[in-house]
């Protein structure tokens, strides 16, 4: 049987850096929210572990390094289970972007794989797979809105109910920016909480801490920002994670498609995703 599941882009509406740790790792504040479309994930029995890719971004992906498959034998050799896994990846969302493509992916490895094997995909062992493969991981595995603290990995559920469906774009200028500089050109600041309570309330009185980092290695991010802020209709504009990848929630679905047709007339060479938010 063909088992199939999204691999949801992943926005951080709002993400506070609050402290640099030893490790190297830093201390966040993150509100978490998904998009309904994503990259698509099928699974079927087969010899072995294997990995067949396509889709527009497929390309640089190829390896055993896939996070797909780190995640597959993660969660073989934690419940003892043999191999027999054939992955299709259909990979639509831009690599090393601010959406977690990779983190998504692997989230939607292990929820497969917990379909296929009767677990419960929200069991302890799975958020410590999860945890293991990245940070992003945990709060991709649920791909719900949510608050996430520590790494972004120590998720605290809260109600993202006035959030869900609404209609979001994503744009991304094109070259990719890796998590770790952005996080190293972070200026060490602390900039102060992340408000609790209502979610879209959270988010508007949020920022993006790496934001500032990320347009100093990437300037066109700018850009995008600023395109974005020029539309009608928008009630929130940021850059999610470490970007490039900006995005803007709308009032209706109308402005939603305004703003995309007008990007896509004026910055034919940058990447868009309409969707809503799940
Ligand atoms: C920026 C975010 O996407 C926001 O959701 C995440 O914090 C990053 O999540 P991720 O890509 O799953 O992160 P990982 O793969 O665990 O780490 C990539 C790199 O990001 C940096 N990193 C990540 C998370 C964190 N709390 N502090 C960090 O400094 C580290 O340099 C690490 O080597
Ligand atoms: N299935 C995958 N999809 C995307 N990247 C992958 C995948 N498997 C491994 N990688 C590697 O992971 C790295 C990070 O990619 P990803 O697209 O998850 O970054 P990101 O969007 O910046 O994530 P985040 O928002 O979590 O920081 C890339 O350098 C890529 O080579």
Request: with cysteine; glycine share 12%.
């Amino acid at each position: 049987m063909l088992l199939a599941e999204t691999g949801h882009a992943k926005i951080n509406l709002a993400l506070h850096v609050r402290s640099r740790g030893a490790d190297g790792y830093h201390a966040l504040e993150t509100l978490f929210a998904f998009a309904e479309d994503g990259d698509r994930l099928t699974l079927a029995e087969g010899e072995g572990l294997s990995l067949d890719l396509s889709g527009p971004f497929a390309g640089p992906l190829a390896g055993d390094d896939n996070l797909v498959l780190r995640a597959a034998r993660a969660f073989l050799d934690r419940f003892g289970l043999p191999a027999g896994a054939a992955f299709g990846l259909d990979k639509r969302l831009p690599v090393a972007s601010g959406i977690g493509g990779g983190s998504a992916d692997a989230a939607a490895a292990l929820r497969l794989l917990c379909r296929r094997h009767d677990i419960h995909p929200t069991a302890p062992e799975l958020m410590a797979i999860a945890a293991s493969l990245g940070a992003d991981v945990p709060a991709c595995l649920v791909s719900r809105t949510m608050r996430g603290e520590g790494r972004g990995d120590a998720l605290v559920p809260i109600d993202g109910e006035g959030l869900s469906g609404m209609a979001l774009l994503l744009v991304n200028p094109g070259p990719p920016l890796a998590t770790g500089p952005v996080f190293r050109a972070w200026d060490g600041r602390d900039r102060g909480v992340l408000a609790r309570g209502d979610a879209l309330e959270t988010a508007l009185a949020g920022r993006n801490d790496l934001e500032p980092p990320a347009r100093m290695l990437l300037p066109a991010i700018g850009a995008v920002l600023e395109r974005l802020a020029g539309q009608a209709g928008t009630r929130l504009v940021r850059m999610s994670g470490s970007g490039a990848t900006c995005f803007a929630l709308f009032e209706d679905e109308a402005a939603r498609d305004a703003a995309d047709r007008d990007i896509a007339r004026a910055e034919p060479g940058w990447w868009r995703l309409a969707t809503r938010l799940r």
